[in-house]
């Protein structure tokens, strides 16, 4: 296809003038922008702004998917220098917590006088750490977005604890965004809960009866994947004395070895947290028994496809007896 000409032969000398003009003053601006730009200087990427409080813009913060924290694209050449904090390559971190909620039905006696007459359920839904531990060192806010029909259906909890106590008659999807600490420099990442009130299975109908308390969580983990060294010693809880008079791979090293502030699971479940590196492994075994289960049925699958192919095959080319032939 033949390019589109700027200007026909009908352009007259004036506009041919003015276009003329108009590309010097924009190659004029172009030249200006770059002139002092040296083409040899190395570009200056994966830094943080001197201020560690001042937000970054949108631009400038990595995408996130969810609940990974993932690491900026390089920047352009044009993007300045931001200071001197760099990312810790090849590394990530991850902080595990618990959502879910709570449900409690109303006693219709005892059901409070403010509560709506259609509300059947006081509900909480929260964000904590395992065996409540303390996650706010990490965590800065919470933010839960309830049913439209809720009145302030999006509510942001500051602070521990991370939770939100409301009455209801329905199910629905709550969102649940987490926002870091702003020396983290990271997107906020988003997760689901459904809000359950009612119980499931076998014994559905004694907790009815007995008004039990409705308990839905899970278990899951921020990973903070190449964070900024200066997030990466405050989630470790590295003090920057014990870094001086190391050389650079020697740090690296003790970073990547040490680990505090609620970064691993418990070893062993407890009457108040079933979340434990025991469990873990029990389930583990489970996953690689039923593994193993599924390769031996394809296997014996396999072999007998390969029978019948076999028999196929033989019918085609007629070398199998069909037995003696009856007579009239």
Same mark, same amino acid.
């Given at each position: 296809?033949?390019?589109?000409? %700027?200007?026909?032969?009908?352009?007259?000398?004036?506009?041919?003038?003015?276009?003329?003009?108009?590309?010097?003053?924009?190659?004029?601006?172009?030249?200006?922008?770059?002139?002092?730009?040296?083409?040899?200087?190395?570009?200056?990427?994966?830094? %943080?702004?001197?201020?560690?409080?001042?937000?970054?813009?949108?631009?400038?913060?990595?995408?996130? #998917?969810?609940?990974?924290?993932?690491?900026?694209?390089?920047?352009?050449?044009?993007?300045?220098?931001?200071?001197?904090?760099?990312?810790?390559?090849?590394?990530?971190?991850?902080?595990?917590?618990?959502?879910?909620?709570?449900?409690?039905?109303?006693?219709?006696?005892?059901?409070?006088?403010?509560?709506?007459?259609?509300?059947?359920?006081?509900?909480?839904?929260?964000?904590?750490?395992?065996?409540?531990?303390?996650?706010?060192?990490?965590?800065?806010?919470?933010?839960?977005?309830?049913?439209?029909?809720?009145?302030?259906?999006?509510?942001?909890?500051?602070?521990?604890?991370?939770?939100?106590?409301?009455?209801?008659?329905?199910?629905?999807?709550?969102?649940?965004?987490?926002?870091?600490?702003?020396?983290?420099?990271?997107?906020?990442?988003?997760?689901?809960?459904?809000?359950?009130?009612?119980?499931?299975?076998?014994?559905?109908?004694?907790?009815?009866?007995?008004?039990?308390?409705?308990?839905?969580?899970?278990?899951?983990?921020?990973?903070?994947?190449?964070?900024?060294?200066?997030?990466?010693?405050?989630?470790?809880?590295?003090?920057?004395?014990?870094?001086?008079?190391?050389?650079?791979?020697?740090?690296?090293?003790?970073?990547?070895?040490?680990?505090?502030?609620?970064?691993?699971?418990?070893?062993?479940?407890?009457?108040?947290?079933?979340? #434990?590196?025991?469990?873990?492994?029990?389930?583990?075994?489970?996953?690689?028994?039923?593994?193993?289960?599924?390769?031996?049925? %394809?296997?014996?699958?396999?072999?007998?496809?390969?029978?019948?192919?076999? %028999?196929?095959?033989?019918?085609?080319?007629?070398?199998?007896?069909?037995?003696?032939?009856?007579?009239?």
């Amino acid at each position: 296809m033949p390019r589109k000409k %700027l200007y026909t032969n009908k352009t007259n000398n004036r506009q041919l003038k003015q276009a003329r003009e108009a590309a010097r003053l924009r190659k004029q601006r172009s030249d200006a922008l770059y002139k002092d730009e040296d083409p040899e200087t190395p570009l200056q990427e994966d830094t %943080l702004p001197e201020d560690p409080e001042a937000p970054l813009q949108d631009n400038n913060l990595p995408e996130a #998917s969810l609940l990974s924290v993932e690491p900026e694209k390089k920047q352009s050449k044009k993007m300045p220098a931001t200071g001197g904090a760099k990312r810790v390559k090849g590394c990530s971190i991850a902080r595990p917590f618990v959502f879910g909620s709570t449900a409690t039905p109303f006693d219709p006696a005892k059901k409070p006088a403010n509560v709506p007459i259609e509300h059947t359920h006081q509900w909480t839904v929260f964000v904590k750490g395992i065996d409540d531990a303390d996650i706010s060192y990490w965590l800065k806010k919470v933010q839960f977005k309830l049913h439209e029909t809720y009145d302030n259906s999006t509510r942001v909890i500051e602070g521990p604890p991370f939770e939100v106590t409301e009455t209801g008659w329905g199910e629905f999807d709550i969102q649940i965004k987490l926002f870091f600490l702003p020396e983290c420099h990271e997107k906020p990442v988003t997760t689901w809960h459904q809000l359950k009130l009612h119980p499931y299975g076998e014994d559905a109908e004694k907790q009815k009866e007995e008004r039990a308390t409705i308990v839905s969580k899970n278990f899951d983990e921020v990973v903070f994947n190449e964070p900024y060294d200066n997030w990466f010693a405050w989630l470790t809880g590295r003090a920057e004395k014990e870094m001086k008079g190391k050389g650079k791979g020697a740090a690296n090293a003790a970073l990547v070895k040490s680990i505090a502030r609620g970064g691993e699971i418990p070893l062993h479940s407890t009457e108040t947290n079933e979340y #434990s590196r025991e469990v873990e492994e029990k389930e583990l075994e489970n996953i690689n028994a039923a593994i193993a289960k599924v390769q031996e049925l %394809l296997a014996e699958e396999a072999i007998g496809l390969k029978d019948v192919e076999e %028999l196929i095959n033989k019918l085609r080319d007629g070398g199998v007896d069909a037995g003696p032939s009856t007579q009239a």
